[in-house]
């Protein structure tokens, strides 16, 4: 059996994703003392009041080790901050500092114009059809990892 990697879908995404950061999150961090993968554990915790580790990696599909070293690197970076869990005492919240919104505000016209030129190469057809495919992949993605320990 042979292996066809230019019709190897999971071989295209990654390229396709790696292609993307590359033209994207890691060229805008660069100035930055944070890496492309801080950049997207940043503007999750942007997005929330305060958010858990865990929850940091369900959104983002980051393994939870990964998401830690981010958060403890944007910690010493004094972007984020950790407090105690109110209603679960073995987790953290992590919360976005002063310092930490000012970067994600920064980034965020950069981030969204770079998003726009991708997304402009799409109709909106297109653009929502390659949602809609990306939903279904995510998904079988997610149902691969559940029963596959």
């Given at each position: 059996m042979s292996l066809k990697l230019s019709e190897h879908l999971p071989f295209r995404i990654a390229v396709l994703s790696n292609l993307?950061?590359?033209?994207?999150?890691?060229?805008?961090?660069?100035?930055?003392?944070?890496?492309?993968?801080d950049w997207r554990v940043l503007a999750i915790i942007g997005l929330q009041d305060s958010i858990t580790p865990a929850e940091v990696s369900t959104i983002t599909g980051m393994d939870r080790a990964t998401v830690?070293?981010?958060?403890?690197?944007?910690e010493?970076?004094?972007?984020?901050?950790?407090?105690?869990?109110?209603?679960?005492?073995?987790?953290?919240?992590?919360?976005?500092t002063e310092k930490g919104q000012q970067t994600y505000q920064a980034l965020i016209p950069q981030m969204s114009r770079n998003g726009d030129a991708f997304q402009q190469v799409l109709s909106d057809g297109e653009f929502r059809l390659f949602?809609?495919?990306?939903?279904?992949?995510?998904s079988k993605a997610i149902?691969?990892?559940k029963h596959n320990p």
């Open positions: 993307m950061k590359q033209g994207s999150s890691d060229f805008f961090v660069k100035d930055t003392k944070m890496t492309g993968r830690t070293r981010s958060i403890q690197h944007l010493k970076l004094q972007l984020v901050s950790k407090k105690k869990h109110l209603s679960d005492g073995r987790s953290r919240l992590i919360a976005i949602l809609e495919l990306i939903d279904k992949l995510q149902d691969i990892i």
